[in-house]
């Protein structure tokens, strides 16, 4: 055995672990001077040769035999890593790293199993700080070697710069050490010579079985059996905690309070969580406040430098840093950055094949352009829920690619080929969304919000028309996604613009008029939009064109609808729908149809919503439009509910609801939730209306629609003013209320002061003064819960007439609003007619019956608690009726308000 040993270490006189085994097979035969022969020769090669000392192990080996340790001690295992003094040439770390926990704990999985272990991730990320970090927790018995690649080139032996890191004489030297020991090499800043670092790390892994090597780099090396591991930005908790900890080593006195907490936030976000850029930030809090750092990111390239750091320029300023890795890219790839940075929020790949043209990249390099730079970590990949692909730079790498674009004076030529290339995209969306590929367009107006802004923009300087073009082509998408306000913005915007420039066509204008009178209306600004639709009309009769005509009696119908006039609504929308026919156009004329049905249901002409409704279905199906179609099972949903079809009615919204939601139309989707949780509570399903309704408001808040969530508050504190919960209801009722005042009032505001009222201690003259309010708005609704609670207060008061016929006066208001208003709404007139009814039977048990009227007769009703019946007043008959009039008891108010029952047009949106 000891032969065979002693050959073996002639061979490789520096493998320390041969001559560990030899000196203990010496010592355990007893031969304790051959022993410590053996290790003065291996003592004296390693002097000799490398000019080291022997390792550890051997020193502790040779205390052994000195000591005359028995033989099974004097070769123990070799300790733990953390009970030795490392071996290797790790930097001592300045301060702690923050975060990375997860990282950490994965990495050093994949260090234990995998030999090649490259991270990967764009400049600035931390790379280099992680791979230390574990390289120092990593188990290495033989030590932890940083190999700095930074000033290595092409002509870089690095086989020779390994050698020299670890005091090795030369290559072969190296081999042969490393061949015996267990440790760990980590090759820090490959990107630049990665060629040449594959070739490294292949020839050491073969000639050393237990070497495991970590890299840094921006791209793999490409070996087989690589383990990659992409390092993303730090998320947002950990980002503001290394701002903080920086921050607070710098200066002192920082802390992080109420005040600076969402600046450090917004700052970290704008920073895309590159560790580097947010230390760098950081280190500004030696002169700057948190909020001046945030300012001036508009130069963040100016900023984002740390003048009293001794480190290199690239680990010191985030320009540098980027610029390091931009100078390793091909011309194309360089152009390929440049292309990416004129587009906001992400890319569509045909739409940066067409900005790369323009910058000399043929259309058949684009892909592999785009491959290259994701390789290197610069560019990130996105795929959407339809499937394509989108491409999005670090904010820090767009604004650097911005600059370099246009030190190339390609800006322009970039720039205009970004906006003609969603000026076609718009055009293609006009002529397809109202079809099958309406989902398709939808989801990219949405994913592309911010290019097709950017595009306007650039248009309204350099090209007005094309922003007519872009925002005429994309307003019906606004519309279908809800975007009322901002679209109607972009619509108006566009045409002023080219308005004030060179002018816009008639058509043109008359098409962007309707859009932006559309969009405006339903998002509640009537008054405008009435305007802009009033505009359109005129111009379409001025052209004498009759399909023009036609569209802006469609759009005229959508606004009369908002502002509660069925009449018109249904009139104007049935010519529209007639006009359309007698052209063949069944789009056109499905939505004036679906139009006069909603005005026909208001007005309670139900069988006539039934017709339209249905004939709208009909031709909607082949044509595949998705929108036209939700609305449309809204309707028949509404027609089912005003001939209390609750289950009917339930079918069909929550069809809709569900369709809306997975088509996007978050806007939609929230009103038909709450049109469902209406139905609910009509049917006496207190509980499944209560959940719906809160589902409701969460969808509105998703799709930024406040009005909408007010309106399903409104109706949720009806629910809960059933079921007893009244603080409750009155908290809602005060949000709906301060949010109605911010946004200057508009439909709901009046009934929810009303609601408010009802549950007051105010007097009977401002109840009254309410009343009034109501008459002049028209708002029958509000008007029947002020005549209600009037008509409580004084039966309690026992002046029973006067409730009595304060009661009728709500009974005629009632049907005024007979698709609105409900018996289950009326809470306070049920009570109130309890009162009566209870004074009655008791004035009757001690007088005389004295007419026809004084037994009082069963009526069902949908009461607080779902359906049932109560004792109505003697001579009670249906609401509406000729015998419930306003006499000469009732308050004035109510005389005014309601002198007969006349049907008329009701609120929009709460039926």
């Given amino acids: 055995m000891t032969g065979q040993l002693e050959a073996l270490v002639q061979l490789h006189p520096l493998r320390e672990g041969l001559w560990h085994t030899l000196i203990t097979a010496l010592y355990r035969n007893g031969r304790q001077a051959d022993a410590l022969a053996a290790y003065g020769r291996v003592r004296d090669i390693l002097a000799e040769e490398l000019g080291l000392d022997p390792g550890r192990d051997l020193q502790a080996l040779e205390a052994s035999v000195l000591q005359q340790v028995p033989w099974s001690a004097a070769a123990p295992a070799r300790q733990p890593v953390g009970n030795q003094q490392p071996v290797g040439n790790l930097p001592r770390l300045s301060s702690p790293l923050i975060g990375r926990t997860s990282d950490l704990d994965v990495l050093g999985a994949q260090l234990e199993q995998d030999a090649l272990v490259t991270l990967t991730g764009p400049a600035g990320v931390g790379k280099t700080r992680l791979a230390i970090e574990l390289a120092r927790q990593a188990a290495a018995p033989d030590g932890v070697w940083l190999i700095r690649l930074d000033a290595a080139d092409a002509t870089t032996n690095l086989l020779q710069a390994v050698a020299e890191t670890m005091h090795l004489p030369g290559e072969r030297m190296l081999l042969e050490r490393l061949a015996s020991t267990e440790c760990l090499l980590v090759l820090d800043n490959c990107e ?42 730090l998320p947002i908790t950990e980002s503001v905690q290394l701002f903080t900890y920086r921050a607070a080593e710098i200066r002192r006195q920082f802390v992080l309070d ?10 970290c976000q704008a920073l895309d969580g590159l560790p580097l850029a947010i230390e760098l930030a950081a280190a500004r809090v030696r002169s700057l406040s948190v909020r001046e750092i945030a300012r001036r990111l508009d130069d963040r390239f100016g900023l984002l430098r740390d003048p009293t750091s001794r480190s290199p320029e690239r680990r010191r300023v985030l320009a540098a840093a980027i610029a390091w890795s931009y100078e390793l890219l091909f011309p194309d790839d360089q152009r390929g950055l440049q292309a990416l940075s004129c587009f906001v929020g992400g890319a569509p790949l045909p739409a940066v094949e067409s900005v790369l043209a323009v910058l000399g990249v043929p259309q058949s390099s684009a892909v592999d352009v785009i491959s290259r730079l994701a390789d290197r970590s610069l560019v990130t990949l996105t795929v959407t829920a339809g499937g394509s692909s989108r491409y999005h730079l670090l904010d820090s790498i767009r604004a650097f690619a911005v600059g370099r674009l246009r030190d190339a004076g390609s800006a322009d030529d970039a720039l205009a080929a970004h906006a003609h290339w969603f000026g076609r995209a718009a055009q293609d969306a006009a002529a397809t969304i109202r079809g099958p590929a309406q989902p398709r367009w939808l989801a990219f107006v949405h994913d592309e919000r911010s290019n097709i802004d950017a595009a306007l923009a650039w248009s309204a300087r350099h090209d007005p028309l094309l922003g007519v073009r872009i925002a005429n082509g994309f307003g019906w998408a606004w519309v279908v996604l809800g975007d009322g306000i901002a679209g109607a913005h972009r619509v108006r915007s566009a045409r002023e613009a ?10 043109d204008r008359v098409t962007s008029l309707l859009l932006a009178g559309w969009l405006e209306a339903s998002a509640g600004n009537v008054v405008r939009a009435e305007d802009d639709l009033d505009r359109a009309l005129g111009e379409a009769i001025a052209l004498n064109d ?22 018109d609504a249904a009139e104007l929308a049935f010519q529209s729908a007639d006009a359309a026919r007698q052209r063949g156009l069944a789009w056109e004329r499905a939505a004036g149809l679906l139009l006069g049905a909603a005005g026909s249901m208001m007005l309670g002409e139900i069988a006539t919503a039934a017709a339209a409704a249905d004939e709208a279905v009909r031709l909607l199906t082949p044509i595949g439009d998705s929108w036209g179609l939700v609305h449309a099972e809204a309707i028949l949903g509404g027609i089912a509910q005003a001939a209390h079809r609750f289950d009917d009615a339930s079918h069909y919204l929550e069809n ?14 929230a009103y038909h939730l709450t049109r469902l949780g209406r139905v609910r509570h009509q049917a006496g399903q207190l509980q499944a209306a209560s959940e719906t309704l809160t589902l409701a408001i969460q969808a509105a808040i998703r799709g930024s629609d406040p009005r909408m969530a007010a309106t399903a508050r409104i109706n949720l504190a009806r629910v809960m003013r059933a079921t007893g919960q009244h603080d409750a209801a009155q908290a809602l009722l005060h949000q709906c209320d301060d949010w109605y005042r911010t946004a200057g009032g508009g439909d709901g505001a009046l009934l929810t002061r009303a609601l408010l009222a009802a549950a007051s201690d105010s007097d009977d003259a401002d109840l009254e003064a309410m009343v009034d309010q109501a008459r002049l708005a028209g708002d029958h609704e509000a008007g029947v819960v002020m005549l209600d609670a009037l008509a409580l207060r004084v039966a309690q008061r026992g002046q029973l007439t006067t409730a009595q016929q304060l009661l009728a006066t709500a009974d005629d208001a009632a049907l005024a609003a007979v698709n609105i208003v409900d018996e289950v709404d009326r809470l306070d007139a049920h009570r109130a007619r309890e009162l009566i009814s209870g004074e009655r039977q008791a004035l009757s048990a001690t007088s005389p019956a004295r007419g026809r009227d004084t037994h009082p007769v069963r009526r069902k009703i949908f009461g607080p608690n779902g359906p049932g019946s109560r004792l109505i007043p003697p001579g009670r008959l249906a609401p509406g009726s000729a015998r419930y009039r306003s006499g000469p008891g009732t308050p004035p108010a109510a005389r005014r308000l309601y002198p007969a029952a006349v049907r008329s047009g009701s609120r929009a949106g709460s039926g």
């Fill in 656 to 669: 809709a609801a569900a369709a809306s939601e997975r088509l996007g139309f978050l806007g939609q989707a």
């Fill in 498 to 507: 080219a308005e004030h420039d060179a002018g816009v066509g008639p058509r």
């Fill in 546 to 567: 009759e399909q023009s005509r036609a569209d802006a009696q469609r759009h005229l119908a959508f606004l009369r609808l908002q502002q509660a006039r069925p009449d």
């Fill in 258 to 267: 109420d005040d600076t907490a969402p600046v450090v936030e917004q700052l």
């Fill in 192 to 233: 630049h010579v990665v060629g040449p670092a594959a070739d490294l790390a292949s020839l050491l892994l073969d000639a050393a079985p237990r070497l495991t090597v970590l890299a840094t780099s921006q791209l793999p090396l490409g070996l087989d059996g690589e383990s990659v591991y992409p390092l993303e930005p």
